[in-house]
């Protein structure tokens, strides 16, 4: 070969070099990021998330969960109310009278005591409107707040109390080890149209959900799916409600909750998502008995093991029996 063959392949070759040099290298794919990043990101998710359940209103203060029965309910302090309130109120607040779908607050005997408060303004007869109304009634009496939710053909008296045990005692949550291999890129198929399922609720219940897709996985080799519902109307995030093999030994018995952000191309498109098993949190009934958790169902039942995520917070409790 002579020297000009020799310098015009060499050239060749240069040019080649640029041009693939030039090309984009593809972005790395989110579970393959920082470890520290991720690491350090899960450790602020779960102190937010152990602050929120500690906060004066949070899911720790629960004290009462008390049905408004059809007719006159009186409610406070005292032993004779049909609506007993636990904590530092006056005997009698008020009476909710329900009929049909309409509860109203009405004054006791002598009148509404000057405590009693609704949206920050001293208490009045009105209609209260509930939890799955645009503007739910807030009322509060000294340390307490209630107001009415409404669960299937049920309505019922929720009650927070920030001087609750359940809060004031509260140290720490309980998690698994984090683990990266437990955050997966799942494959979304959406339903179109949506399907809807019944939900079944820890207190008997059961409410409608929709459901717009199915999300495929592996852990451990085995393909795995999962259905979400969307919590609230207008929600950008995804709500699943599941169950694994860890349950009840190690992890709630009832379930856990994990939210995941829409699909790469929404929702009546096929894509990916990302599953964090590792951001599995228990529901509010791991913590207190005056909650009205969603049940997991059944095609939400898990073989696999997930030991990522919250623990049992009580180690020694075996959770809500099967269903």
Not at 86 to 100: I, N, T, W, Y
Not at 248 to 254: C, F, Q, W
Request: aromatic share 8%.
């Amino acid at each position: 070969m002579n020297t000009k063959t020799m310098l015009m392949l060499r050239a060749t070759v240069l040019v080649l070099a640029c041009a693939y040099s030039a090309v984009p290298a593809a972005a790395p794919a989110p579970a393959a990021g920082n470890p520290a990043d991720w690491s350090k990101d899960l450790q602020t998710w779960r102190d937010a998330r152990a602050q929120k359940l500690a906060a004066p209103e949070g899911w720790m203060s629960l004290t009462g969960l008390e049905p408004i029965a059809p007719g006159r309910n009186p409610f406070g302090g005292a032993d004779d109310n049909p609506v007993h309130l636990k904590g530092q109120v006056p005997a009698h607040l008020g009476v909710l009278e329900r009929d049909g779908n309409t509860v109203k607050l009405l004054p006791p005997p002598g009148g509404f005591p000057a405590e009693l408060q609704v949206d920050g303004k001293p208490a009045q007869a009105q209609t209260l409107h509930a939890d799955d109304e645009p503007q739910p009634t807030r009322l509060t009496a000294g340390t307490l707040v209630f107001f009415v939710i409404h669960r299937g053909d049920r309505y019922i008296l929720r009650v927070k109390d920030s001087q609750a045990p359940t809060r004031t005692g509260f140290q720490h949550l309980n998690w698994y080890a984090p683990d990266p291999a437990f955050r997966v890129q799942a494959k979304w198929t959406p339903y179109v149209p949506q399907k809807t399922i019944s939900i079944a609720s820890i207190i008997g219940t059961e409410d409608k959900s929709p459901v717009p897709g199915v999300a495929e996985f592996s852990i451990g080799g085995q393909r795995y799916t999962l259905e979400p519902i969307i919590e609230t109307p207008g929600d950008t995030v995804l709500f699943f409600i599941l169950r694994d093999s860890t349950s009840p030994k190690t992890s709630y018995g009832a379930g856990r909750f994990l939210y995941a952000d829409f699909p790469d191309h929404g929702l009546d498109q096929p894509g990916t998502l990302w599953l964090d098993f590792n951001r599995l949190q228990n529901p509010p009934c791991a913590y207190t008995p005056y909650a009205t958790c969603p049940l997991p169902p059944r095609q939400n039942w898990l073989k696999a093991a997930l030991p990522v995520g919250e623990r049992k917070y009580h180690e020694g409790a075996e959770g809500v029996a099967e269903r």
